[in-house]
């Protein structure tokens, strides 16, 4: 059974870092385009990066870039997401997804996914 799996999440400060896993189990992600996605209380889910099933390509969302970064590691089916200089308002849940479109298709678009995992909580507060 697909199984999608996030962790590292939890408190930090402003300013502070993170880095959040995303690993899978019952399959392997080679195949497999990976987006971050994050809902905060109240408001709608938002795509903000994604990551091609060859690695070639990502994409981040405005709100994060220049500040979160998306690798994969094939042979640990896992994918990561590196979260610097964090600011309250990245205070959310992060899920992560699966997608197989393609080995250079990528979407920030959560229609696309069709395997979810349960999500890890981030607060950002001082």
């Known amino acids: 059974q697909l199984q999608l799996v996030e962790s590292g999440g939890g408190l930090v400060q402003p300013g502070g870092s993170l880095r959040l896993s995303c690993a899978a189990s019952?399959?392997?992600?080679?195949?497999?385009?990976i987006g971050w996605f994050r809902q905060a209380p109240g408001k709608e889910r938002e795509g903000i990066a994604c990551?091609?099933?060859?690695?070639?390509?990502?994409t981040y969302a405005d709100s994060v870039k220049g500040r979160f970064t998306i690798s994969r590691n094939n042979a640990r089916n896992t994918v990561y997401l590196q979260m610097n200089s964090l600011k309250p308002e990245d205070t959310a849940m992060y899920y992560c997804?699966?997608?197989?479109?393609?080995?250079?298709?990528?979407?920030?678009?959560?229609?696309?996914?069709?395997?979810w995992g349960q999500g890890t909580q981030v607060t950002v507060s001082s």
């Open positions: 990551i091609s099933s060859s690695g070639g390509s990502t």
């Open positions: 997804a699966a997608a197989v479109w393609g080995s250079s298709w990528y979407s920030l678009s959560s229609v696309s996914y069709g395997s």
């Open positions: 019952g399959f392997t992600l080679d195949y497999y385009a």
